[in-house]
């Protein structure tokens, strides 16, 4: 339970209701997380344009590895909600259990070469982003990445980030709703 009020989707109105609306279509309700902007809609309107300009980045990052950065960033956050979501997610993409424990523990490098050194990357941003050097994007580069996907993978872990400290902040300390959860995967993206 968030530590401020939200707006109810049932009570949402004008720009709030088309938000929470077009989540919905996507999602099948408005997120817990989207909810915690619910009390200055444009805000909610400005962190889902955000998460649609950093999703919609075109390039031929996998959804399997935008996932994984997901992953890696709510890890180290210690950010339940956020973990258990992409937990959920890599699982549907059938992320085998031995990688997915590794990138739980931080043992990177028993992922394939191009997802270890995106984990490196999103680790590294997330838990001491003056240390990051031009290696890191190297490193990536090296495994197969384009500058585009290198783009990618940098704005999905700052928005991640942003995403975890939000959460953390305003209370949303619980895991998801794994069977909400699921019957949302199910609706087309």
Not at 9 to 17: I, M
Not at 30 to 38: C, D, I, K, Q, V
Not at 76 to 98: F, H, M, V, W
């Amino acid at each position: 339970m968030p530590w401020i009020e939200i707006v109810q989707p049932d009570a949402a109105t004008g720009p709030l209701k088309d938000a929470y609306d077009w989540q919905a279509s996507r999602l099948g309700a408005p997120s817990e997380f989207t909810m915690l902007g619910s009390l200055v809609p444009e805000l909610v309107r400005i962190r889902l344009e955000l998460y649609k300009a950093s999703e919609g980045i075109d390039s031929t990052l996998t959804p399997r590895q935008r996932n994984i950065v997901g992953h890696v960033v709510s890890v180290l956050n210690r950010t339940a909600y956020c973990a258990s979501q992409t937990r959920a997610k890599l699982g549907e993409l059938g992320i085998d259990p031995d990688e997915l424990a590794a990138i739980e523990s931080g043992r990177y490098d028993a992922l394939p070469a191009v997802d270890a050194a995106i984990a490196r990357y999103a680790a590294a941003l997330t838990t001491d982003p003056a240390a990051i050097d031009e290696d890191l994007v190297t490193a990536m580069r090296d495994a197969g990445l384009g500058d585009v996907e290198i783009l990618h993978v940098n704005n999905q872990t700052a928005h991640l980030n942003y995403t975890n400290r939000v959460a953390l902040g305003l209370g949303l300390l619980h895991e998801i709703d794994t069977t909400t959860y699921d019957s949302f995967a199910a609706v087309p993206q």
